[in-house]
């Protein structure tokens, strides 16, 4: 293990060593010859041969030159370190490049490359993550690890899947009604600020009246099974409650919380994330729902339904085909022209 642990550090000291040579010339030689050697042992080691070298003993010697003089009889117990911390140096560098390739393959494959909590990950998309329970001691952290390892392989095929509309029993709220236009999924979250940003920019875009989105409200929830926003649960029970009624006014709803501000000029997102109750959210709604021209017997008619174990089924069957299906790590996420897009939806 010493002569494997001593390539490594040498070819980490290599990138400095490279720029010296710059200037100095010799060092880069020197340096390249015991860097050769190194790479000789390591190759015989890969091939299972003996080290013949000498190169481990050449590393431990120079190591111990000034011990042996001063304290002899530090030469043994510091040889077993030596051995221990070379061992260490190669187990935490084949980690090292095996957790880079994992994250690699991630961010291919799932679009983040951290599968556990998607946001952490600055390479990715920015999304709203559904996150994972965090490991809670280093047995659950090592299961963890392998685990990730199968939910990225189990998710390469997807990156070959036919994403269209029709391919998934989603539930959900038709903006546009006219079937000569191009069929989207939109998968969105009311308390998620990335939501109402991409929403935004779909509106101003006029995406609305260009394509036929058919709208899917999700309740991210936490690894301890609450809402990951204060009131969404509630809000996507209405959308989809009042919907039956008319999808114009769940629509006009869903706009309110994302684009519209209250007297006070804070954005209804916010009051529903921060402020609200769930009382005081129900009634918002309910008296958004009068104001949007629904009678009193229709509010509470939609009140019931809201509430009932239909709604409630009909959620799990989304998050389901959502998280199991179509494999989605973060909101917001896009099915359009048979692709996956997730994170913040941008002009073409």
């Known amino acids: 293990m010493v002569c494997v642990a001593a390539f490594i550090i040498l070819a980490i000291m290599g990138v400095f060593v490279a720029i010296l040579s710059i200037f100095k010339r010799d060092i880069g030689k020197r340096y390249w010859k015991i860097f050769k050697k190194a790479w000789g042992c390591v190759g015989k080691k890969v091939r299972l041969q003996k080290c013949e070298t000498g190169f481990k003993e050449d590393v431990k010697n120079t190591i111990m030159s000034r011990v042996i003089i001063k304290h002899p009889t530090w030469v043994k117990p510091l040889s077993v370190v030596i051995e221990v ?147 969404s649960e509630i809000i996507v029970r209405y959308l989809y ?9 769940a629509i006009k709803v869903l706009e309110r919380i994302f684009l519209e501000n209250d007297t006070e000029g804070a954005t209804y997102q916010n009051r529903f994330n921060e402020d609200y109750s769930a009382e005081v959210a129900e009634a918002t709604l309910t008296s958004w729902l009068k104001e949007f021209g629904l009678t009193t017997e229709d509010i509470d008619t939609i009140k019931t339904r809201a509430h009932s174990e239909d709604i409630t089924n009909l959620i799990n069957k989304n998050r389901r085909i959502v998280e199991d299906e179509i494999h989605v790590r973060g909101i917001p996420t896009t099915l359009e022209n048979g692709t996956k897009q997730t994170g913040l939806w941008q002009a073409k």
């Open 85 to 231: 911390v070379s061992v260490i140096i190669v187990v935490v560098a084949v980690w090292s490049i095996l957790t880079a390739i994992k994250s690699l393959l991630a961010l291919w494959a799932l679009g983040t490359c951290n599968v556990t909590t998607p946001s952490a990950c600055t390479l990715g998309a920015e999304v709203c993550s559904i996150d994972e329970s965090e490991p809670q001691n280093i047995f659950e952290s090592t299961g963890r690890w392998f685990t990730e390892w199968g939910e990225i392989f189990a998710a390469v095929p997807d990156k070959f899947r036919d994403y269209s509309a029709d391919n998934f029993d989603l539930s959900y709220i038709t903006t546009n009604n006219d079937d000569t236009l191009p069929v989207v999924v939109d998968i969105v979250d009311p308390g998620c600020i990335v939501c109402k940003r991409s929403y935004t920019s779909q509106k101003h875009a006029s995406y609305f009246e260009s394509n036929q989105v058919r709208l899917v409200p999700f309740v991210i929830m936490t690894p301890d099974g609450t809402p990951k926003f204060k009131n």
């Open 241 to 249: 409650a009042t919907s039956e009624k008319s999808s114009d006014i």
